[in-house]
T-cell receptor
Framework: NAGVMQNPRHLVRRRGQEARLRCSPM?????VYWYRQLPEEGLKFMVY????????ESGMPKERFSAEFPKEGPSILRIQQVVRGDSAAYFC?????????????FGDGTRLSIL | DQQVKQNSPSLSVQEGRISILNCDYT??????FLWYKKYPAEGPTFLIS???IKDKNEDGRFTVFLNKSAKHLSLHIVPSQPGDSAVYFC????????????WGAGTKLIIKP
């Protein structure tokens, strides 16, 4: 998992607070993906971004969730007014510019716990 | 609607023997398949992939087989080693969906010494 950096590794929030999760992609990667994993399940796609553009947010809840990947700095996944059901592991992945057969490389995730 | 299924939640294999992990999919538009390995408290690590134009891809101890007519792929690990104990995820994507990965639920592989 070297290269994709996520922070914080663990985040605890009370219901109603905001959670901000950060992801710095691997060097040379311009595509970022966010996934959510609930216990005993596989990862579920949330959003796909390139620099300053959201390409596909079909997996992201319409309310309370937003994502950005600014020209400078990391990608941010923001969850407003968190609820208990938001507790999960959130993984970020990055890949090089689009081409056939490009695997996504993952960070170690942020474990979000809602009290 | 699960498009990618891993029907075995766990698998136990003797060290040195072959491990075979299976994955089925329903979407015939998938054209790229990947296997990832995951340890607890870490992110998934890419292992091996195969595009739909091939039926086999090999990398060291790992071989992936794709049977498009059966919509089935498998990962063979031989010989199995203790460090292979982990959860293995099968994932699939299609070019028209911006390559978002659709994941199976994972199979926990336990290698017995």
């Amino acid at each position: 998992n070297a290269g994709v950096m996520q922070n914080p590794r663990h985040l605890v929030r009370r219901r109603g607070q905001e959670a901000r999760l950060r992801c710095s992609p691997m060097k040379g990667h311009s595509h970022v993906y966010w996934y959510r994993q609930l216990p005993e399940e596989g990862l579920k796609f949330m959003v796909y971004l390139q620099k300053e553009n959201i390409i596909d947010e079909s997996g992201m809840p319409k309310e309370r969730f937003s994502a950005e990947f600014p020209k400078e700095g990391p990608s941010i996944l923001r969850i407003q007014q968190v609820v208990r059901g938001d507790s999960a592991a959130y993984f970020c992945a990055s890949s090089p510019p689009r081409g056939a057969g490009q695997p996504q490389h993952f960070g170690d995730g942020t474990r979000l716990s809602i009290l | 609607d699960q498009q990618v299924k891993q029907n075995s939640p766990s698998l136990s294999v003797q060290e040195g023997r072959i491990s075979i992990l299976n994955c089925d999919y329903t979407n015939s538009m998938f054209d790229y398949f990947l296997w990832y390995k995951k340890y607890p408290a870490e992110g998934p690590t890419f292992l091996i992939s195969i595009s739909s134009i091939k039926d086999k891809n090999e990398d060291g101890r790992f071989t992936v087989f794709l049977n498009k007519s059966a919509k089935h792929l498998s990962l063979h690990i031989v010989p199995s080693q203790p460090g292979d104990s982990a959860v293995y995820f099968c994932a699939a994507s299609e070019m028209d969906s911006n390559y978002q990965l659709i994941w199976g639920a994972g199979t926990k592989l336990i290698i017995k010494p």
